[in-house]
Nanobody
Framework: QVQLVESGGGLVQAGGSLRLSCAAS????????MGWFRQAPGKEREFVAR????????PYPDSVKGRFTISRDNAKKTVYLQMNSLKPEDTAVYYC??????????????????WGQGTQVTVSS
């Protein structure tokens, strides 16, 4: 069983930056691909970023491309999401997730096995 705990969310002005962290425990972190998703009020949870066990990232969706970067530190069992040039439409609860399969382009919620509790990101205009 893998436990995931996100941190780093908060309130930021438009144009600002945040770095989210997700610490894993209870499993072999380097065996998992890791993803970030987000869910805004009244909307479905959507894919934001994914990184394989060896650091290769899946293409980002257009909504965050060029602004968000996913990375991981297997020694620290942590995955990060660096978010720059934040916009009000980035406001959401951000979740990290672990996938036991390292295939490249897995971007759907149901493809992930473990989830964190989420961290709120609010971007003011």
């Amino acid at each position: 069983q893998v436990q995931l705990v996100e941190s780093g969310g908060g309130l930021v002005q438009a144009g600002g930056s945040l770095r989210l962290s997700c610490a894993a425990s209870g499993g072999t972190f380097s065996n998992f691909a890791m993803g970030w998703f987000r869910q805004a009020p009244g909307k479905e949870r959507e894919f934001v970023a994914r990184i394989s066990w060896n650091g290769a990232s899946t293409p980002y969706p257009d909504s965050v491309k060029g602004r968000f970067t996913i990375s991981r530190d297997n020694a620290k069992k942590t995955v990060y999401l660096q978010m720059n040039s934040l916009k009000p439409e980035d406001t959401a609860v951000y979740y990290c997730a672990a996938d036991r399969r390292n295939a490249w382009n897995r971007i759907y919620v149901e493809q992930y096995d473990y989830w964190g509790q989420g961290t709120q990101v609010t971007v003011s205009s």
